[in-house]
């Protein structure tokens, strides 16, 4: 008997899908959610409890992963990032299933926005829309005293950059 893409079959995945399963494990989902996620991925059917028996017998190999998925991290927010990141693609390919392309949309930009592909930029003027810092007016200024000038910010650049590379 032929075994449909949709059938359930118990702990029957291909290296591929289980290291997928381990990844998805490693990274904090719950059995229930890494099902659905191999709905989505792979088209398969399997029930939480046969990811719960990939948890059990693969411990080692799912704490290998996640030393190296904290490595490549190094911080937790950015983790919880990574998890954010992961349930809003998840969301948006139920909407685009869906056919619900304003929705997906949003959520694709709420994706870019957590990544950073996104960056919000805010103009910041001074009363009245006016510069924050007035601008010089140095045209009155000699040759000279322009190259002094120019000697005082490079000796200035050179210290904060001094100062920011041994604070570093």
């Known amino acids: ?43 398969i059917r399997i029930k939480p409890s046969d990811v719960s028996y ?14 190296e998925i904290a490595g490549d991290l190094q911080k937790i927010p950015l983790a919880k990032k990574l998890k954010r990141t992961a349930f809003l693609e998840r969301l948006a390919t139920k909407l685009y299933r869906q056919r619900d392309y304003k929705g997906c949309a949003g959520v694709l930009k709420q994706i870019a926005e957590e990544v950073g592909g996104i960056v919000q930029k805010h103009e910041v003027t001074g009363m ?10 140095l045209s009155h200024l000699t040759d000279e005293e322009l190259g002094e000038l120019q000697e005082i ?7 904060r950059d001094q100062t920011g590379a041994s604070g570093a």
Do not use: W
């Open 153 to 159: 910010l490079e000796r200035a650049d050179a210290r």
């Open 128 to 137: 009245g829309g006016k510069d924050l810092i007035p601008r010089s007016d």
């Open 54 to 67: 990939y948890q059990k017998r693969y411990e080692d190999r799912i704490a290998e992963l996640r030393e």
């Open 1 to 43: 008997m032929k075994t449909m893409p949709n059938e359930t079959r118990r702990h029957k995945l291909n290296d591929v899908q289980k290291e997928f399963v381990l990844r998805c494990l490693a990274c904090g989902f719950y059995p229930k959610d890494v099902a659905d996620f191999v709905k989505d991925e792979f088209d």
